[in-house]
């Protein structure tokens, strides 16, 4: 179990308070949910087992607790989505409400659909963030990897962050799922932006 704590939170708090923060790393250490704490700077404090699991089983065990542990969340989220997020967690921090929504985290052959969950944590303002798995099938349709259609003029592929369907050069509202592009291996560039349905249906961005 890996927590990253400054030492000047270890000095001034009080013993309920890790006590609290105790028993939620320990709930977290035996749940199947992907979960990881920040602290409020949006800083990775502790990742959970089935971090690691789901890291590993998706070819990325440079992603483990142990690499992340101390990085900026916001490092890592794609551009197009920072500010979703952004406001997600202030609105967490002024209501102390839960945050929730779906989103998508396939891989080329696995189509899965996550809940997440942004919990605040007091008196440290820090975050409790769980992602469960909702839905885990094949795809039901892709598309063939083909260069005319999906690599533009710069030998770029535009991905949908959040659904991860490539666009068509000819037809820009047209997006396909193409398993091939999300392979590491894959020799093409990949940039990111949002669909139109995704865009419209789960963030709503100008």
């Given at each position: 179990m890996i927590l990253m704590v400054p030492s000047e939170s270890l000095s001034g708090a009080k013993s309920k308070v890790h006590g609290h923060l105790a028993r939620i790393m320990q709930a977290l250490q035996r749940s199947t949910a992907v979960s990881y704490i920040l602290d409020s700077e949006f800083r990775i404090m502790y990742c959970n087992p089935a971090w690691n699991r789901f890291a590993r089983s998706n070819g990325a065990p440079q992603l483990t607790s142990e690499a992340v542990v101390?990085?900026?969340?916001?490092?890592?989220?794609?551009?197009?989505?920072?500010?979703?997020?952004?406001?997600?967690?202030?609105?967490?921090?002024?209501?102390?409400?839960?945050?929730?929504?779906?989103?998508?985290c396939s891989s080329p052959t696995v189509f899965r659909?996550?809940?997440?969950?942004?919990?605040?944590?007091?008196?440290q303002d820090w975050f409790v963030v769980t992602n469960s798995l909702v839905?885990?099938?094949?795809?039901?349709?892709?598309?063939?990897?083909?260069?005319?259609?999906?690599?533009?003029?710069?030998?770029?592929?535009?991905?949908?962050?959040?659904?991860?369907?490539?666009?068509?050069?000819?037809?820009?509202?047209?997006?396909?799922?193409?398993?091939?592009?999300?392979?590491r291996e894959s020799a093409v560039k990949v940039s990111h932006g949002l669909c139109p349905i995704c865009r419209a249906y789960f963030y709503r961005v100008n």
């Open positions: 101390g990085s900026d969340l916001f490092d890592v989220i794609p551009e197009d989505l920072r500010g979703v997020y952004s406001d997600s967690f202030r609105k967490v921090l002024s209501t102390g409400e839960v945050w929730e929504s779906s989103y998508q659909l996550f809940r997440m969950r942004i919990h605040l944590l007091k008196p839905v885990e099938q094949s795809h039901a349709r892709t598309a063939t990897a083909d260069p005319n259609t999906y690599v533009d003029a710069n030998g770029l592929v535009t991905a949908c962050a959040h659904c991860r369907c490539s666009r068509r050069v000819d037809h820009p509202d047209q997006w396909d799922f193409v398993p091939e592009y999300l392979r």
